[in-house]
Nanobody
């Protein structure tokens, strides 16, 4: 059974920073791409960032490019999302997810992820 647990959310002022963490267990972590998604009230879940199983490739949504950084530590079964220059429009529930298949290189498509955490709230005040 795969378990993903996010932490690190909270309330921050615009322009501030937060670092989200996601602890994974249940499968060989280093074999699977990971992703971060977010969902704001009244909106659909949207892609934020994804990272290849090796950590060598990362891709970002245009809305966060240059401000957010995804990384992973395969020795610790952890994936992170460093969020800088936060904006009020970044306010959302943030979820980490693990790819369904090891063959998935990276993906911005929610359907390619088979396992999701419970999420952590990020609120950015103006």
């Amino acid at each position: 059974q795969v378990l993903l647990a996010e932490s690190g959310g909270g309330l921050v002022q615009a322009g501030g920073s937060l670092r989200l963490s996601c602890a994974a267990s249940g499968r060989t972590f280093s074999a699977y791409a990971m992703g971060w998604f977010r969902q704001a009230p009244g909106k659909e879940r949207e892609f934020v960032a994804t990272i290849h199983s090796s950590g060598e490739k990362q891709y970002y949504a245009d809305s966060v490019k240059g401000r957010f950084t995804i990384s992973r530590d395969n020795a610790k079964n952890m994936v992170y999302l460093q969020m800088n220059s936060l904006k009020p429009e970044d306010t959302a529930f943030y979820y980490c997810a693990q790819a369904r298949l090891s063959a998935i290189y990276t993906s911005a498509v929610a359907g390619d992820y088979g396992y999701w955490g419970q999420g952590t709230q990020v609120t950015v005040s103006s």
